[in-house]
């Protein structure tokens, strides 16, 4: 495919949602496509990188910048750990050898939900924690998840790519034995960091039709407007047969569109045992 060219961020957004399936159709044709905004819209995730290592000085800034995210109520409940150790990474890599970028970074990182901290304080302070419940362990959860996001997205203002990896999860009890996590901790997903090898790809997304909702919760057309995103990023990037998943279940399709793929990514369970191992850790889920 050409390098696209744009010239306002209409054609950015086009570039990343496909033609015409935002606001107006226009919105973004008065600003230029070097709109800071851009930086964001033409984002994506990077699995391949250089072997240049990433200075500590660097590192540093990023960790800085990734904890001015914003924190519930202030409560600053994210912690990252940092696995510089050859065997601790190689074992981790282990559990996953289907993503080699794992031990391949040349930074990998475990974005830790920390409920752990805010119950000492409470301990230092002479006072219960009032709040073991569910809720808790969300706020934990989206404290780190912003966390990384705002570390992503200052990686990727310094030209560094980056990929979360949520199946550190699927082997969350060896991963927490590896990184010897406390009670009250839980790991939300790895992050490999390093300079991109390649230029990698836009992922397009769904319409904004579909996740930007007015007023109320409306999504009574969401069959006519995913035949329409399925569409579109079939024509942008056609999954090979080859690449169905599970055809021995449901058959080699004729369209295979992402609805399809998504369908049958999660038809069957994973990381069932992620609740039993939450509460194994002391955080209530109920
Ligand atoms: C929480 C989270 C977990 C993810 N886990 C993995 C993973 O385990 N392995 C992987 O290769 N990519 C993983 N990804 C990357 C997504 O596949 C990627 O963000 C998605 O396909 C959209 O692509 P884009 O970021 O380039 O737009 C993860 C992304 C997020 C946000």
Redesign the pocket.
């Known amino acids: 495919m050409s390098k696209p060219s744009f010239k306002t961020l209409a054609d950015v957004i086009a570039h990343r949602y496909g033609e015409g399936t935002v606001g107006n159709g226009h919105s973004g044709a008065d600003m230029p496509a070097d709109d800071p905004l851009a930086e964001v819209l033409l ?3 990077h ?1 391949r990188y250089t072997d240049e290592p990433i200075t500590e000085d660097l590192l540093d800034v990023l960790f800085a910048t990734a904890f001015s995210a914003s924190a519930k109520s202030d409560l600053q409940q994210a912690s990252v750990v940092v696995v510089k150790n050859k065997e601790k990474r190689e074992a981790i890599g282990k559990l996953i050898p289907r ?1 080699p ?1 794992i031990t391949a970074a040349p930074v990998f990182m475990v974005w830790i939900g920390d409920s752990r901290r805010i119950r000492r304080i409470c301990e230092l302070r002479g006072k219960p924690f009032g709040n073991n419940h569910l809720d808790a362990f969300l706020n934990a959860g989206v404290d780190a ?1 912003l966390a990384m996001q705002t570390f992503i997205l200052a990686a990727e203002k310094k030209g560094l790519g980056s ?5 550190v999860r699927n082997h969350v009890e060896a991963v927490a034995d590896i990184l010897e996590l406390p009670l009250y901790t839980f790991p ?3 992050l490999c960091v390093g300079w991109p090898s390649q230029e ?1 790809f ?2 397009m997304r769904l319409p904004p039709k579909v996740t930007v909702h007015t007023d109320r919760y409306d999504d009574w057309d969401l069959n006519e407007e995913l035949a329409g995103y399925d569409k579109r990023r079939d024509e942008r990037f056609a999954m090979p047969e080859g690449s169905q998943k599970m055809t021995d279940t449901y058959g080699v399709a004729d369209f295979y569109g992402w609805s399809e793929d998504k369908a049958r990514q999660v038809s069957t369970a994973e990381r069932e045992q992620l609740g039993r191992f939450v509460r194994a850790r002391g955080i209530r889920t109920d």
């Open positions: 984002r994506r995730t699995r993503m970028w998840a990929c979360p990896i949520s199946v939300v997903a790895g990698g836009i992922s």
